[in-house]
């Protein structure tokens, strides 16, 4: 066995850290430990929002529906995903929130992954 493979299921091992697969949090031996990037599997029923916006972001950030119908509020700015792939990236200092307007899945990417931005602290991105 290699120990630098890891074979899972994003549904599964998002429970684990409130969504996040992939990043700093994770234990250095285990293959999904990264200082480069984070990436989160977010299982979000409808109705379902971030509790307050987040503010100071250091990281940049790409969000895909996988399903669903999801918003993501940015300043001045309301971005609908409704169709499978729609997408939406904001950079550093980009303050957001979001809200499940259906049962939604998306995957999100941030970069860098920031020591001090824990998956138990942030949990919904």
Do not use: C
Request: aromatic fraction near 10%; proline fraction near 4%; glycine fraction near 12%.
């Amino acid at each position: 066995m290699n120990d630098s493979v890891y074979v899972g299921n994003a549904g599964k091992d998002a429970v684990l850290d409130r969504g996040w697969i992939l990043g700093h949090f994770k234990g250095v031996d285990d293959p999904r430990h990264s200082e480069v990037v984070e990436i989160k599997w977010g299982v979000h029923p409808r109705g379902d929002e971030r509790s307050k916006w987040v503010e100071g972001e250091e990281r940049t950030a790409l969000l895909v529906l996988v399903g669903g119908r999801f918003r993501v509020e940015l300043p001045g700015r309301s971005v609908l995903l409704e169709e499978q792939g729609d997408y939406v990236v904001w950079g550093r200092g980009v303050d957001h929130s979001w809200f499940a307007e259906e049962d939604s899945v998306v995957l999100t990417v941030r970069w860098p992954s920031v020591p001090g931005y824990a998956a138990a602290e942030d949990g919904k991105t």
